[in-house]
């Protein structure tokens, strides 16, 4: 089971963090993915991050202005979003997949949190 929580009103130029907490099955056996979906549009991958921690990977869209980190023993994965604009406003999701190396595509995700949305004002 996946919480997402975080999400907010903010800013242009702002930040937030968006935490998700997993409960259930080891946690450390999931990659982890950040995905977002905004009103009328697909959901969109947004960040990824290795079981361990050690490889992050962004979307074009964020990449420099969004983190995506892990803490294992707490079994918890976040989004630190700067210099937000309002283009990023939509729910945000967190994910987990069991796939050997890791993905980009909903598809590739087997388990979701409820989603928690960002809004960012202009």
Request: hydrophobic share 35%; proline share 2%.
């Amino acid at each position: 089971q996946l919480q997402a929580s975080g999400g907010g009103l903010v800013q242009a130029g702002g930040s937030l963090r968006l935490s998700c907490a997993a409960s259930g099955r080891t946690f450390t056996i999931y990659h982890m993915g950040w995905f977002r979906q905004a009103p009328g549009k697909e959901r969109e991958f947004v960040a990824a991050i290795d079981w361990s921690g050690s490889r992050t990977y962004y979307s074009d869209s964020v990449k420099g202005r969004f983190t995506i980190s892990r803490d294992n023993a707490k079994n918890t994965v976040y989004l630190h979003m700067n210099s937000l604009k309002p283009e990023d406003t939509a729910v945000y999701y967190c994910a987990a997949s069991e796939t050997i190396a890791v993905v980009f595509t909903v598809e590739g995700y087997a388990y979701w949190g409820q989603g928690t949305q960002v809004t960012v004002s202009s």
